[in-house]
């Protein structure tokens, strides 16, 4: 008889059993499989996949992008639940028990963990190689993006989660190299072994190109890093890769919700600053059309303890529940070059990338802002990364860059210690969750500020 792979089964398994401890496993049906079983096959591997990019999508992305888009104001606080509060006002007196740090810390952890329970069964079965590389691939990148991502906002992470909570801690240098090491093993096992048909048919959505998101991810890890020949150089092969699908998006439905909408536009929650939350002379130009691709109407102000500042309606990639939100911007590709330029003081270079933004009116996700070529000094290494920064952050925006931009290119400004709600950001790191430090001996000092 024909075994029927039950995948809806297998995913709420593998989820109960990853993402909490002390969910039980045992079942009274001896014909339903153990987690043993579920990770020791190509079936259990496939739903974990799956469960692996519902799980970020929905409830780990969503941290990556509110956490740093309050602290750095792109998003303005209009409830006064205590955690989002207390992002908003930032400051040493951030306490290790908020939810707003706490929250991004355990979500990404988890599938980090996830990735990894991925990795380490992908090499323990037995499949094809074709599918073996899909499989490896895909858990390199997510696992790398994770680790990004808690880079940005903490000092220091766990590269590899560990059973006993006891987790070893790696400063940024570190975490970074793996995030790129991952990122190059995933795209040179795909380039030696494309994946098979079946991993894409039944794991890869059609919304997703895995090597042009992989080496978008390089190029943004490796400008950070200071790597700028390798990040230009990963840009170049997300800008000249004609594949389909040319873009990649996260995707949803009704019951797997957009999560920036589910706290926009269907809460009293958060909504965005008006301009982006940008003062002084990073404000847009009038005729910017991002602008009125990322921001609807007035929507009031925020709350007057989390700053007051005038807010506007969230539409762009979080118009609606079942809005895409890309992967990665095209946009950001053309900005990292930019940058990568400008550091290496290449300025006419980076100019002329950052006029490929300023004047851009085909963008395929619609984001265009049909400006007039850049008026600057093009002479002036700092004049030129302001115009930069600047245009990351309205190019980029919600996009969970925006406290990592702020350090890099401002990493002079001086945070107050006191709760703050109009400076460019009110944090350099979080300080650890206090249910890490509680379990993990491990855990580091928390950062002053």
Not at 378 to 399: A, G, H, P, V
């Amino acid at each position: 008889m024909k075994k029927i792979i039950n995948y809806k089964f297998i995913f709420v398994l593998v989820s109960c059993s990853l993402l909490f401890p002390a969910c039980e496993t045992e079942f009274a049906n001896p014909n339903n499989p153990t987690e043993d079983v579920v990770l020791g096959t190509k079936e259990g591997l496939f739903a974990l996949a799956i469960g692996i990019r519902r799980y970020y999508s929905v409830t780990a992305l969503r941290q990556v992008i509110e956490a740093p888009g309050i602290t750095t104001r792109e998003l303005g606080v209009t409830n006064t639940f205590l955690n989002i509060n207390e992002l908003a006002r930032g400051g040493a007196e951030l306490p290790g028990e908020s939810g707003g740090i706490t929250n991004p810390w355990v979500t990404l952890l988890r599938a980090k963990g996830m990735a990894e329970s991925l990795i380490e069964g992908t090499n323990a079965v037995d499949v094809s190689d074709e599918t073996r590389s899909g499989l490896l691939a895909y858990g390199n990148f997510f696992k790398a993006i994770t680790l990004g991502y808690l880079i940005q906002m903490f000092e220091q992470v766990p590269i590899n989660n560990s059973e006993g909570g006891d987790a070893i801690f790696s400063d940024r240098a570190t975490v970074l190299a793996e995030s790129i090491n991952l990122l190059e093993e995933a795209r040179n096992t795909l380039t030696s072994t494309p994946m098979s048909d079946e991993f894409r048919s039944t794991v890869l959505w059609e919304e997703i190109n895995l090597l042009k998101s992989i080496n978008a991810y390089l190029s943004r890890y490796n400008l950070i890093a200071g790597n700028y020949a390798e990040s230009i150089a990963a840009a170049d092969a997300v800008l000249g890769d004609a594949s389909d699908p040319q873009n990649s998006f996260w995707v949803y439905d009704a019951n797997n919700q957009n999560p920036i909408w589910n706290r926009t536009v269907n809460s009293a929650d958060l909504d965005p600053q008006t301009n982006f939350g940008l003062l002084g002379i990073y404000i847009p130009e009038a005729t910017d059309g991002r602008v009125n691709f990322y921001l609807g109407a007035s929507a009031g102000n925020a709350n007057a303890d989390a700053g007051g500042q005038p807010l506007s309606e969230m539409i762009g990639f979080f118009a609606t529940s079942t809005s895409s939100i890309p992967v990665y911007l095209p946009g950001e590709m053309m900005l990292n070059k930019a940058e990568a330029y400008a550091r290496q003081n290449q300025l006419g270079n980076a100019v002329t990338q950052l006029n490929l933004v300023r004047q851009k009116n085909d963008d395929p996700l619609g984001v265009n802002a049909n400006l007039g070529a850049w008026t600057g000094d093009q002479n002036s290494q700092n004049d030129i990364l302001e115009e930069i920064y600047k245009n990351r952050s309205i190019e980029m925006f919600l996009t969970g860059m925006r406290l990592e931009d702020s350090r890099r290119f401002h990493p002079n400004f001086q945070v107050p210690l006191e709760a703050n709600t109009t400076n460019e950001r009110n944090r350099n790191f979080y300080p650890y969750p206090t249910v890490e430090r509680e379990n993990n001996p491990n855990t580091p000092p928390n950062p002053t500020i």
